[in-house]
Nanobody
């Protein structure tokens, strides 16, 4: 089973870009569907974006056209490039992995999670 470590969070202003990375351990990264979720204070952890083993992608409507998920299997890393950030994007962002998962796998099916990285967007 892989282990995940996110990085790249921080404090930015509205309209700024920011990129997150999620580095995975292990030699089976290419068999994992990878996703990003986010959780604001007192709210549930919500889906943001997913990339499957064929690099097909899907996004929640609120980030379409602003966020891009990608993966580099040679580096065991998945990325989330965020642009035109809004204050409502402020959350802790979590990377998640599900071996042999699909783009339609539910949040509770993901069995490997990173520790999270804070993204704060000021207005």
């Amino acid at each position: 089973q892989v282990q995940l470590v996110e990085s790249g969070g921080g404090l930015v202003q509205a309209g700024d870009p920011l990129s997150l990375s999620c580095a995975a351990s292990g030699r089976t990264f290419s068999t994992y569907t990878m996703a990003w979720f986010r959780q604001a204070p007192a709210k549930e952890r919500d889906f943001v974006a997913v990339i499957d083993t064929d690099s097909n992608t899907y996004y929640v409507d609120s980030v379409k056209g602003r966020f891009t998920i990608s993966r580099n299997n040679a580096k065991n890393t998945v990325y989330l490039q965020m642009s035109s950030l809004k204050p409502e994007d402020t959350s802790v962002y979590y990377c998640a992995a599900l071996q042999f998962g699909s783009m339609f796998s539910a949040r509770d099916e993901y069995d490997v999670w990173g520790q999270g990285t804070q993204v704060t967007v000021s207005s």
